[in-house]
């Protein structure tokens, strides 16, 4: 079956860290770039962080630039999100995705979402 898995989701107190992980199963991931969104309730989709399929070049929404990382591990099939400094209202579900390019809007492929709870 072809799909992304993300993990890593949790209750954390705010000013903690969390390492989200997306994993694809049945496919191989270097050939996609890998885009992480988040949902919180009653919000819409916001687009957090890309990396190229190379992973030279990665993207960052304004509101957690300087504090969240996005990596990657070809050989492991897997891209990471690192967040750190995290704040109530980074709380939400947490998504993975991928696309040919940062730029495609289009997602061949998503992952069912990991939640992260920010709360003291």
């Known amino acids: 079956q072809l799909q992304l898995v993300e993990s890593g989701g949790g209750l954390v107190q705010p000013g903690g860290s969390l390492k989200l992980s997306c994993a694809a199963s049945?496919?191989?991931?270097?050939?996609?770039?890998i885009s992480w969104f988040r949902q919180a309730p009653g919000k819409e989709r916001e687009g957090v962080s890309c990396i190229s399929r190379g992973g030279r070049t990665t993207n960052y929404a304004d509101s957690v630039k300087g504090r969240f990382t996005v990596s990657r591990h070809n050989a492991g099939n897997t891209v990471y999100l690192q967040m750190n400094s995290l704040k109530p209202e980074d709380t939400a579900i947490y998504y993975c995705?991928?696309?040919?390019?940062?730029?495609?809007?289009?997602?061949?492929?998503w992952g069912q979402g990991t939640q992260v709870t920010v709360s003291s």
């Open positions: 049945g496919f191989t991931l270097n050939y996609y770039a």
């Open positions: 995705a991928a696309s040919s390019h940062c730029s495609k809007r289009e997602y061949d492929y």
